[in-house]
């Protein structure tokens, strides 16, 4: 018959798994303030790279997406305040900020056009155009950083895939997985027909009418009857090359 630990045995165990739960408690301090050492250094670092290389990361949109990765990695966002060190230091915390209110200029201008929803690239043409070319290259990755900085507005500003291409929504209009597969078909053409949705997507004449009378009703298309054929063409200018055609005033 086995025999059972007695009292000394039960208080050994209990000291010898104190002493490791204390043991375990101790690594972990000192690996905390092991990370905690090395992310100061990181960060004092990137301060004195910032300070090296300022005129770069100000004009360089390549070199200044690069920076933010580097301050992703070590926790430090730039951009978190147009006050403080990194500010002062760069500026790019107001140039962000400049950025959005241009960018909220654009997304209003061209709205009754495209009903809200335009095509990043072209919304990154139309900024360029505005800001000359003396003010500096701005990047598509400028772009959402200071679009990701409007989300406070909360008037429905974000950046949505469809297909290969990325549009900016300016307005809070839910699009469904219908809506979506239309617009990345009209990005061959610019437009699609009923019966192109139809065939492409093996879908019903009544779930194809309803979708695009949905994407009418919201603003993001528009109708081109003007054909011999009698095809009516729902042309959607936020994938659509007339896009272009707008005028924003500079």
């Given at each position: 018959?086995?025999r059972?630990?007695?009292?000394?045995?039960?208080q050994?165990h209990a000291?010898?798994?104190?002493?490791f739960?204390l043991?375990g408690?101790?690594?972990?301090?000192?690996?905390?303030?092991l990370?905690k050492?090395?992310?100061?250094?990181?960060?004092?670092?990137?301060?004195?790279?910032?300070?090296?290389?300022?005129?770069?990361?100000?004009?360089?949109?390549?070199f200044?997406s690069?920076?933010?990765?580097?301050?992703?990695?070590?926790g430090?966002d730039p951009?978190?305040?147009?006050?403080?060190?990194?500010?002062?230091?760069?500026?790019?915390?107001?140039f962000?900020?400049?950025l959005?209110?241009?960018?909220?200029?654009?997304?209003l201008?061209?709205?009754a056009?495209?009903?809200g929803?335009?095509?990043?690239?072209?919304?990154?043409h139309?900024?360029?155009?505005?800001?000359?070319?003396?003010?500096?290259?701005?990047?598509?990755?400028?772009?959402?950083?200071?679009i990701?900085?409007?989300?406070?507005l909360?008037?429905?500003?974000?950046?949505?895939?469809?297909?290969k291409?990325?549009?900016?929504?300016?307005?809070?209009?839910e699009?469904?997985?219908?809506?979506?597969?239309?617009?990345?078909?009209?990005?061959a053409?610019?437009?699609?027909?009923?019966?192109?949705?139809?065939?492409?997507?093996?879908?019903?004449?009544?779930?194809a009418?309803?979708a695009?009378?949905?994407?009418?009703d919201?603003?993001?298309?528009?109708?081109d009857d003007?054909?011999?054929?009698?095809?009516?063409?729902?042309?959607?200018p936020?994938?659509?090359?007339?896009?272009?055609l707008?005028?924003?005033d500079?």
């Amino acid at each position: 018959m086995r025999r059972r630990p007695g009292i000394g045995g039960l208080q050994t165990h209990a000291a010898a798994r104190d002493q490791f739960r204390l043991l375990g408690e101790n690594v972990a301090k000192i690996r905390t303030d092991l990370m905690k050492e090395q992310l100061a250094t990181f960060r004092s670092q990137l301060e004195d790279f910032a300070r090296k290389h300022k005129n770069d990361i100000r004009k360089n949109p390549a070199f200044r997406s690069q920076f933010h990765e580097m301050c992703a990695k070590v926790g430090v966002d730039p951009l978190a305040s147009n006050k403080g060190f990194w500010a002062e230091l760069l500026g790019i915390g107001d140039f962000y900020y400049e950025l959005g209110v241009q960018i909220v200029d654009i997304c209003l201008a061209t709205r009754a056009h495209n009903g809200g929803l335009i095509n990043l690239q072209e919304l990154c043409h139309l900024l360029r155009q505005r800001r000359k070319s003396d003010r500096g290259v701005v990047s598509e990755d400028d772009c959402l950083r200071a679009i990701s900085k409007l989300k406070v507005l909360g008037s429905g500003f974000e950046v949505i895939s469809v297909g290969k291409k990325k549009l900016v929504r300016s307005v809070p209009t839910e699009l469904n997985k219908d809506h979506n597969e239309i617009l990345e078909l009209a990005q061959a053409q610019g437009f699609v027909t009923v019966d192109e949705v139809e065939r492409r997507l093996s879908w019903s004449s009544g779930r194809a009418v309803d979708a695009l009378d949905t994407l009418l009703d919201e603003g993001l298309a528009m109708i081109d009857d003007g054909h011999r054929d009698g095809k009516r063409r729902y042309w959607f200018p936020c994938v659509s090359p007339i896009s272009s055609l707008v005028g924003v005033d500079s």
